[in-house]
């Protein structure tokens, strides 16, 4: 089987198996509202997979979980409104709705109307780098580590997966590290980047029983001062340093 079908279906079985278990967080009251991308953006992850899968990158690049205003609503990591157009090339996708909507979080799809500055800043030094789509994908290969994008309070604030506890959380992010270690088989790759701590520390402990290297970077959040440090410039030598 082709790389990129093989990361379709790993992907599919991902989205399958995670859903039920967000759906479980939140009737046991652990968090308030569950999306999961991978079911009503499918169609714009499988598009993101055939284009940037399976172009002989090594590399992997992981991600934590969707932001509400980036994969959280085109269903691609660090996915921004311009990247995803521009860049990646992927318009006129139709996006679906989640199974249970919060009017606070509303989902718009690849026309989302505000940029995720993760995605920009990372996607953007990405393409400094290497140059167009194709170039970018035949080195370093994005992908999340959780799919699932869990809100809290009166705000449906966006809480990360290692804030939530319990058994359905730990359940959840083993089923996750099963979908890395089979990402990183399918690509062959020798080397994960964790995007931030988190990512590092799931990526350190899933692979470390294997010959790959595993190394991390500053997440380009804007809450994240070291991403600010310097008008950007210390993140993007942190990020450079680890890219293939």
Request: hydrophobic share 40%; aromatic share 6%; net charge negative.
């Amino acid at each position: 089987m082709m790389v990129v079908e093989r990361l379709i279906e790993v992907a599919a079985r991902l989205r399958d198996d995670v859903g039920p278990m967000g759906r479980k967080l939140v009737s046991e009251g652990r968090i308030d509202v569950c999306y999961n991308p991978l079911n009503y953006a499918w169609d714009v992850h499988e598009e993101y997979l055939r284009r940037m899968g399976g172009r002989g990158a090594h590399t992997v690049m992981l991600g934590m979980n969707p932001g509400p205003h980036g994969m959280g609503q085109m269903g691609i990591p660090f996915a921004a409104t311009s990247i995803v157009r521009d860049l990646l090339g992927i318009t006129d996708i139709p996006v679906n709705q989640p199974d249970v909507p919060d009017e606070r979080r509303p989902v718009i799809g690849l026309e989302y109307h505000k940029e995720e500055v993760s995605g920009t800043r990372l996607w953007n030094l990405l393409h400094t780098q290497y140059g167009d789509a194709k170039a970018i994908a035949s080195r370093v290969f994005l992908v999340n580590h959780c799919p699932l994008m869990l809100f809290s309070g009166p705000r449906a604030t966006n809480i990360t997966p290692d804030k939530v506890g319990g058994s359905t959380v730990k359940a959840l992010l083993e089923r996750c590290d099963e979908h890395l270690s089979e990402v990183v088989d399918i690509l062959g790759a020798d080397r994960v980047v964790g995007v931030g701590k988190f990512a590092e520390s799931r990526a350190r402990a899933v692979l470390e029983e294997q010959p790959i290297e595993v190394t991390g970077c500053w997440h380009p959040s804007p809450a994240s001062p070291l991403a600010n440090r310097n008008d950007g410039v210390d993140w993007r030598e942190n990020v450079r340093a680890v890219l293939p």
